[in-house]
T-cell receptor, first 114, second 110 residues
Framework: SQTIHQWPATLVQPVGSPLSLECTVE??????LYWYRQAAGRGLQLLFY??????ISSEVPQNLSASRPQDRQFILSSKKLLLSDSGFYLC?????????????FGPGTRLTVT | AQSVTQLGSHVSVSEGALVLLRCNYS??????LFWYVQYPNQGLQLLLK??????LVKGINGFEAEFKKSETSFHLTKPSAHMSDAAEYFC????????FGTGTRLTIIP
């Protein structure tokens, strides 16, 4: 069976510090991978998606970047965090070639920028 | 372009009462539709999905949803609410990309 991991689970970082959130998927090959942000009391905002190693599409211009160094690893980064980067970050995956079908979500990372 | 609208950002029902969460979609082609549930500080879990087979779809935890093309709706129901149903629920529509609604927070009154 497939599983998706995210770490850390929670993170408190000062403004201006760097960020690295990691997502890994087990049990499948060449998945489509997604990063979402969920601000308090709001819906999901798609940040990035990837259909393969080194292939990243950005949905919203912002202070964040994403990378996919390995087939089942997806990393969300920032060089300098802003207060507005606080939120709940979710990673998700779908089977390859099914970008429009159901997505399977990780447990999320709660980021608080102080 | 596809979109989904969830009517009511907050819904409260008494324990044992009917749960009805509303979702309307806009899509130029027959869509696939989904309902997800999110418990506090957790990721989203797929409740059920409509993929153009039966219009009445049964999901986990006793939930079901009915696809009504004439009304462009995909409302989520459960006959009898349980305290453990308290969560946020998201409707989503897809053709080429998955698009989520803004969510409905369900509160269960003891």
């Amino acid at each position: 069976s497939q599983t998706i991991h995210q770490w850390p689970a929670t993170l408190v970082q000062p403004v201006g510090s760097p960020l690295s959130l990691e997502c890994t998927v087990e049990g499948t090959s060449n998945p489509n991978l997604y990063w979402y942000r969920q601000a308090a009391g709001r819906g999901l905002q798609l940040l990035f998606y990837s259909v393969g190693i080194g292939q990243i599409s950005s949905e919203v211009p912002q202070n964040l970047s994403a990378s996919r160094p390995q087939d089942r690893q997806f990393i969300l980064s920032s060089k300098k965090l802003l207060l507005s980067d606080s939120g709940f970050y979710l990673c998700a995956w779908t089977y390859p070639g099914t970008g429009g079908y159901e997505q399977y979500f990780g447990p999320g990372t709660r980021l608080t920028v102080t | 372009a596809q979109s989904v609208t969830q009517l009511g950002s907050h819904v409260s029902v008494s324990e044992g009462a009917l749960v009805l969460l509303r979702c309307n979609y806009s899509s130029s082609v027959p869509p696939y539709l989904f309902w997800y549930v999110q418990y506090p500080n957790q990721g989203l879990q797929l409740l059920l999905k409509y993929t153009s087979a039966a219009t009445l779809v049964k999901g986990i935890n006793g939930f079901e949803a009915e696809f009504k093309k004439s009304e462009t709706s995909f409302h989520l129901t459960k006959p009898s609410a349980h305290m453990s149903d308290a969560a946020e629920y998201f409707c989503a529509v897809t053709y080429e990309k998955l698009t989520f609604g803004t969510g409905t927070r369900l509160t269960i009154i003891p």
